[in-house]
């Protein structure tokens, strides 16, 4: 009918909402930290409030893992089964007391770096990144668990050339007892390049490149690294610590196309050209 407002709704639905308590031995944790990742890539982030009690609303059904954190005990991850079938679920969550952990940062010469940043790393997800003191002080590192550890410090803020990075260390929390590492800082190595069309071999302004840490299988070990080239098409990372990296570039509408580099100790390492079709 000429002149009438049809409206429609449209009813989305509300997915399962996840009610959880965080608890210690006989003993509720608030302020407890927990992130959710999930094979439908519906993440989400929450903190335990009164009670140790948490609430990730709207999730889609599917695989998901847990990571819960609390300052004075050991960080955990739990696998989940959200279901399709029902619009909520509860269930507790117990972490244990934490074992005494020490991480310390020095540079070549043996001087210690107390204001380092660490980056800890479990099959793949971030566990913690802050400085070390304060991860000394949370002391959350699980028994028998294995993670990936780096550090890095820049004596000169706001110049990136006088970074300091650790290499990456696998490292594994003693099941029983007290764990210690340590990292050793040296000037740090970074990647760079340029992003060229593949026939007229013009700059890809705004081309994105995505660097990433694998291990000899080619597995990667670490968060991506996201850099942005510059209108003439040439882009530049950050300090890196050495390693084997994966570098793709991607542009929305030309594809993803990669190369594999080293990095060593220190300096500069191109990996000249990475071409998109046009």
């Given at each position: 009918?000429?002149?009438e407002?049809?409206?429609r709704?449209?009813?989305?639905?509300?997915?399962?909402?996840?009610?959880g308590?965080?608890?210690?031995?006989?003993?509720?944790?608030?302020?407890?930290?927990?992130?959710?990742?999930?094979?439908?890539e519906?993440?989400?982030?929450a903190?335990?409030?009164?009670?140790?009690?948490?609430?990730l609303p709207?999730?889609?059904?599917?695989?998901?893992?847990?990571?819960?954190?609390h300052?004075?005990?050991?960080?955990?991850?739990?696998?989940?089964?959200?279901?399709?079938?029902?619009?909520?679920i509860?269930?507790?969550?117990?972490?244990?007391?934490?074992?005494?952990?020490?991480?310390?940062?020095?540079?070549?010469?043996?001087?210690?770096?107390?204001n380092?940043?660490?980056?800890?790393?479990?099959?793949g997800q971030?566990?913690?990144?802050?400085?070390?003191?304060?991860?000394?002080?949370?002391?959350?590192?699980?028994?028998?668990?294995?993670?990936?550890?780096?550090?890095?410090?820049?004596?000169?803020?706001?110049?990136?050339?006088?970074?300091?990075?650790?290499?990456?260390?696998?490292?594994?929390m003693?099941?029983?007892?007290?764990?210690?590492?340590?990292?050793?800082?040296?000037?740090?190595?970074?990647i760079?390049?340029?992003?060229?069309?593949?026939?007229?071999?013009?700059?890809?302004?705004?081309?994105?490149?995505r660097?990433?840490?694998?291990n000899?299988?080619?597995?990667p070990?670490?968060?991506?690294?996201?850099v942005?080239?510059?209108?003439?098409?040439?882009?530049?990372?950050?300090?890196?610590?050495p390693?084997?990296?994966?570098?793709?570039?991607?542009?929305p509408?030309?594809?993803?196309?990669?190369?594999?580099?080293?990095?060593?100790?220190?300096?500069?390492?191109?990996?000249?050209?990475v071409?998109?079709?046009?």
């Open positions: 009918v000429a002149g407002t049809i409206e709704q449209i009813i989305l639905p509300a997915g399962c909402e996840l009610e308590f965080v608890l210690g031995e006989n003993v509720t944790l608030e302020g407890a930290k927990i992130s959710m990742v999930t094979s439908m519906d993440d989400a982030e903190a335990s409030v009164e009670r140790g009690f948490f609430s709207g999730l889609t059904q599917g695989f998901a893992t847990i990571y819960i954190q300052p004075g005990y050991q960080e955990e991850s739990f696998n989940l089964l959200v279901p399709g079938d029902k619009i909520g509860r269930k507790p969550f117990l972490l244990k007391p934490s074992q005494e952990f020490t991480a310390t940062a020095i540079t070549e010469d043996g001087t210690a770096i107390n380092a940043t660490i980056l800890v790393q479990r099959q971030k566990i913690f990144e802050g400085s070390i003191g304060e991860l000394n002080s949370m002391n959350i590192m699980a028994a028998g668990q294995t993670y990936l550890i780096s550090a890095q410090h820049n004596p000169q803020p706001g110049n990136p050339a006088t970074t300091l990075v650790s290499p990456r260390q696998t490292w594994t003693p099941a029983e007892g007290s764990g210690k590492i340590q990292l050793t800082l040296r000037p740090g190595g970074f760079s390049g340029a992003v060229l069309t593949a026939q007229s071999w013009q700059p890809y302004g705004g081309a994105s490149v660097v990433t840490a694998i000899p299988a080619g597995e070990i670490s968060e991506e690294v996201i942005w080239c510059d209108p003439y098409g040439i882009f530049k990372t950050p300090m890196l610590p390693g084997k990296y994966a570098v793709a570039a991607t542009h509408h030309y594809g993803v196309r990669g190369k594999l580099i080293t990095v060593g100790d220190a300096g500069e390492f191109s990996i000249g050209t071409t998109l079709p046009e």
